[in-house]
């Protein structure tokens, strides 16, 4: 069993920073990519930020590439996202996941493993 415990959510002004953190228990992590999704009120879950197992290889959501970044520290089993300029649009429920691939993907079928997610709301 994996369990994932999200952290760092909270409200911020438009152009301010936040860090996520997901803390994971089992000794699986270090083998697995990992990604972080996001949904807004209404919508269904999307795409955020993912990385490989040994954080060689990141890929992101074009609404975020070059504000957010994705980082992994597989010795504390954590997965962070930096966010910064945040915007009014990236309010939402943040959550992260283990994949079942160690490369990483885009797609939410690809994870087997959520937490429960971390609220984000950005004020104008």
């Known amino acids: 069993q994996v369990q994932l415990v999200e952290s760092g959510g909270g409200l911020v002004q438009v152009g301010g920073s936040l860090r996520l953190s997901c803390a994971a228990s089992?000794?699986?992590?270090?083998?697995?990519?990992m990604g972080w999704f996001r949904q807004h009120p209404g919508k269904e879950r999307e795409f955020v930020a993912a990385i490989s197992r040994a954080g060689g290889r990141t890929y992101y959501a074009n609404s975020v590439k070059g504000r957010f970044a994705i980082s992994r520290d597989n010795a504390q089993n954590t997965v962070y996202l930096q966010m910064n300029s945040l915007k009014p649009e990236d309010t939402a429920a943040y959550y992260c996941a283990r994949a079942r691939n160690s490369g990483g993907a885009t797609t939410s079928a690809v994870y087997d493993y959520w937490g429960q997610g971390t609220q984000v709301t950005v004020s104008s």
């Open positions: 089992g000794r699986t992590f270090s083998g697995s990519a």
